[in-house]
């Protein structure tokens, strides 16, 4: 057992062959050949855990399933738990939380064993609607708790109902309906005035942050408050997928620095960000259908990054959000309709 930063790494349990994991699976996840008679190998996978305000611990590397097709959603779960993870991230709306259930039961891991976070949908706020949002939620998924349950954004222009939300997801922790509760893009502000109005601090904040776009404030505001930091597109996504912001003009993966890091360690400039992200304590969940990707995304436990490295890395912040702006109101967004289970 290794200690890194406020976070402990510790070795999975060994997985048996009994774990139904099955040839194709463990090359889907590997990208290797492998055959029944290799499903004696000692699968041994390192994982990180961070211990929230309240105690729970978390794999601090999950996979994301933002814009993962429902009919590859599955299958993505599968990989990710065979290659190692076991914390996915999906919301009310990704539209794909059933197939994170399902590809959860297919990897044959006990459902304790995987930390599934969730969101609910500004469209769900108010104290009954969200109650009413976990009942849909875990019946999509196919499980009776959640691990994480967090407001998916902050949805200022309507704060009393974001207030009532959160009243709701400190009910369903004392209920033990979910084990953790959190938010998402809260900026400083939103944070104070949620902090005034309820009463527990959430565990988790979840916000835009890759190199081109660092946050300091609200890292700092989150750290102030003993809210663990949880990175959305942590390998600058956002930065580089189509459909956000053509004003973008510098994607991330590409960048000389990160280029020059990664090949000093013989990684990808991906698992680089991963790492950066890891050493500074916070979590991240990078998604990806693909299972050479999902596989290359975990590989980042046998490499460590300097200070002068992390550093470097640290001074690429631009500055400039890529995602949303938590302040600016989306209506027709916001009023979409989360479909009953
Ligand atoms: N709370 C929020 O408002 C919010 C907003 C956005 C995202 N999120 C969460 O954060 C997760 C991750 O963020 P994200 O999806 O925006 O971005 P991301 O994880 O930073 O990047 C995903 C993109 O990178 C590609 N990719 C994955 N691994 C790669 C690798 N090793 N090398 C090169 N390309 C790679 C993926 O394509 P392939 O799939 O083809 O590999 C996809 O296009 C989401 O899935 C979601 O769970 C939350």
Known sequence: ?????????????????????????????????????????????????????????????????????????????????????????????????????????????????????????????????????????????????????????????????????YKALETLLGDGRVRAIGVSNFMPHHLEQLLARTDIVPTVNQIELHPYFTQPPVQAANARNGILTQAWSPIGGITFYPGFGEHRKKNVMEDPAIAAIAQAHAKSPAQVMLRWHLQQGRSAIPKSTNPARIVENFDVFDFELSADELASIDALDLGVRNGPDPDVARLANFARVISEP
């Open 1 to 165: 057992m290794a200690k890194l930063s406020n976070a402990t790494i510790v070795s999975l349990p060994t997985l048996e062959p009994s774990c139904d994991i099955s040839p194709r699976d463990h090359t889907r996840a590997t990208g290797r050949p492998t055959s029944y008679r290799h499903l004696d190998f000692k699968l041994k996978v390192m994982i990180m855990e961070l211990t929230l305000n309240n105690g729970v611990t978390m794999p601090a590397l999950g996979l994301g399933v933002f814009q993962s097709p429902p009919e590859q959603t599955t299958a993505a779960v599968e990989a990710a738990l065979a290659a190692g993870y076991r914390h996915i991230d999906t919301a009310a709306a990704y539209d794909n939380e059933r197939e994170v259930g399902d590809g959860i039961r297919r990897s044959g891991l006990d459902r304790s064993d995987v930390f599934i976070e969730t969101k609910v949908w500004v469209s769900d706020y108010g104290y009954e609607q969200t109650l009413h949002a976990w009942e849909k939620a875990t019946a999509k998924l196919g499980v009776d708790y959640l691990d994480m349950l967090i407001l998916h954004q902050p949805a200022p222009d309507r704060f009393e109902k974001t207030t009532a939300a």
